[in-house]
């Protein structure tokens, strides 16, 4: 190694984030879990890793259209039809299957545009600084997804003034924007569920409050994507009647199983983002055939068959949350199928993951820095294709776990929240 690429190195062996990450790898050389290798994908929702077989509970693929013959066939009748990729920026040209994804997902939304991005992190890097700068004022939650704090870094840099406020608390954004005083625009960026807790934001007191300072909300729904709202459209028109003050992103590569994110906003707004938003003019497309796939998830999203595949998942949510309180654990969210249960410390939280896997199920344990320090859980993602055999099993193995383990139970609930 050279010695400049050697003093790299150790500087960022310096840095507080890896030597707390490297000191957790140390400390928990077999528990962590991370960076495991699948090596299949069985039935019923099952894997293999290293020879052991458990069943997965830490995908985002709730509807499981990601085995479904209608999405997978599309996927391959797009490679023959298109290619592998287009290989051109949009900038210059898009295939006819990204036109018509975008004016589909529009209809469905209830939006007027969609503009589709290559994953839901590229979309807010790219659309937050393409919609806030100079003069500007952005409030971000605390607690917002890690790509929406990095989109805001940019909108920083290029001038505009960012707040933080405290998690879904509108009245700690109406004192952030009071705060922040007066600017040429404003916007609120939050998550509409809450992807380490499945906790769904405050949007309409959020709103409430965004209109009174002159701003308008940008909700980054991934999670509600498919699995909330009139045929999975998500949280924002449920909880705002429409989309006349909301610029709402989705994904399509959690509930719809393919590959990407769109934004869903008016006409103008998208017209105004393809001509600022750097991700989307100096980055490369959705391949192809993923779009064909997205329109073939869409056809199933935008049907009544939607409401059988959700009544499923929606069984599975309530299964598992019942059985969890049953065992008296402090369990997150509850209405989406993120369910998370509150460990605690993080070398609990480690060994709970753990546990819960050498017993055939895996669930993740997530701890600092993706949640506050001394505030991991166990984040258990509920699928449509989830045997009710393989919920009780879970269940099963978490009431053996809460005697091995010390976890709280449902009044940590209310410190947590505090
Ligand atoms: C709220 C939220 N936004 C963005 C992302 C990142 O999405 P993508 O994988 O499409 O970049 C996630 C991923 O889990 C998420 O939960």
């Known amino acids: 190694m050279s010695d400049p690429m050697r003093r790299l190195t150790d500087n960022l062996r310096r840095s507080s984030i890896v030597r707390f990450l490297d000191h957790f790898a140390r400390l928990f050389p077999d528990g962590h879990l991370k960076d495991l290798v699948v090596d299949e994908l069985g039935p ?62 529009a209809r469905w939304l209830g939006t007027g545009s969609a503009l589709i991005y290559p994953s839901v992190t590229l979309a807010n890097v790219g659309a937050i600084p393409a919609l ?39 009245a700690a954004l109406g004192r952030a924007l009071r705060d922040a005083g007066p600017s040429r625009a ?26 009174e300072h002159g701003a308008i909300l940008y909700v980054d729904d991934a999670h509600g994507t498919g699995t909330l709202g009139h045929r999975g459209i998500g949280t924002v028109r449920d909880a705002l009647g429409g989309y006349d003050n909301a610029v709402v992103v989705g994904s399509l590569s959690k509930a719809f199983s393919c590959f990407g994110g769109f934004v ?17 003019i100096f980055g490369g497309p959705v391949p192809p055939p993923y779009l064909e796939a997205v329109l073939a998830a869409l056809d199933i999203i935008d049907s009544d068959e939607y409401e059988s595949i959700n009544a499923r998942l929606q069984t599975n949510v309530r299964r598992l949350v019942a ?10 969210g509850g209405s989406q199928p993120i369910l998370s249960i509150l460990v605690g410390d993080e070398a609990d939280t480690l060994a709970a993951g753990r546990f819960l896997f050498d017993r055939g199920y895996y669930v993740q344990s997530v ?4 949640v506050p320090y001394h505030a991991g859980v166990l984040r258990i993602q509920a699928n449509a294709n989830h045997p009710p055999g393989a919920i009780d099993g879970l269940l099963g193995a978490l009431e053996e776990l809460r005697r091995a383990v010390p976890m709280p139970g449902p009044e940590a609930l209310a410190r947590h929240a505090a």
């Open 367 to 370: 701890v600092f820095p993706a």
């Open 323 to 332: 059985g969890m309180r049953r065992i008296g654990l402090a369990v997150l």
């Open 132 to 170: 806030m700068g100079r003069n500007d004022v952005l409030a971000v939650d605390a607690h917002a997804h890690n790509s929406i704090q990095e989109g805001a870094k940019i909108a920083g840099a290029n001038g505009a003034k960012v707040v933080t406020f405290a998690n879904s608390d509108p």
């Open 264 to 280: 869903g906003c008016s006409a103008e707004v998208k017209e105004l983002l393809k001509m600022r938003s750097s991700t989307f």
């Open 186 to 211: 404003s916007m609120v960026a939050v998550d509409g569920v809450f992807s380490m807790s499945g906790t769904l934001a405050p949007l309409a007191g959020l709103n409430e409050v965004a209109l």
């Open 44 to 105: 019923d929702r099952t894997m293999a890793v290293g020879g052991h077989r458990v069943v997965n509970f830490g995908s985002d693929s709730f509807l499981g259209l990601d085995r479904d013959p209608r999405v997978i066939e599309a996927l391959e009748r797009g490679a023959r039809e298109w290619g592998t990729h287009n290989g051109a920026s949009r900038a210059f040209a898009s295939v006819r299957a990204n036109a018509e994804a975008e004016a589909r997902l």
